[in-house]
């Protein structure tokens, strides 16, 4: 059973940087599509930034290009997504999701979710 587990949340001033990670097992990720998401409170879920387990192949929201950075490690089975010049508008819970797709940024064609972790930026 595919499992996805989250850390590295906290809280952080605006500016500042904070990586998380995504342990995963329970799987043969070699053709998922590994997810990063985000829900801020009364918000809808949003994608953020999405990497393909084999090629590495990643994609962006606009709204965190030039600042996020997702990456994976093969030996670890493990995806990490490096937040740097974080705003206040990017606090939200994070959450990590793995998908039997290319690449999807529709959060509806992901299959497993890890529980989240708080990301909180203050001004």
């Known amino acids: 059973q595919v499992q996805l587990v989250e850390s590295g949340g906290g809280l952080v001033q605006a500016g500042g940087s904070l990586r998380l990670s995504c342990a995963a097992s329970?799987?043969?990720?070699?053709?998922?599509?590994m997810g990063w998401f985000r829900q801020a409170p009364g918000k809808e879920r949003e994608f953020v930034a999405v990497?393909?387990?084999?090629?590495?192949?990643?994609y962006y929201a606009d709204s965190v290009k030039g600042r996020f950075t997702i990456s994976r490690d093969y030996a670890k089975n493990t995806v990490y997504l490096q937040m740097n010049r974080l705003k206040p508008e990017d606090t939200a819970v994070y959450y990590c999701?793995?998908?039997?797709?290319?690449?999807?940024?529709?959060?509806?064609?992901?299959?497993?979710w890890g529980q989240g972790t708080q990301v909180t930026v203050s001004p």
């Open positions: 999701a793995a998908a039997r797709v290319f690449y999807s940024v529709y959060a509806n064609q992901y299959e497993y």
């Open positions: 329970g799987g043969t990720f070699s053709r998922y599509a």
């Open positions: 990497i393909r387990w084999t090629g590495g192949i990643t």
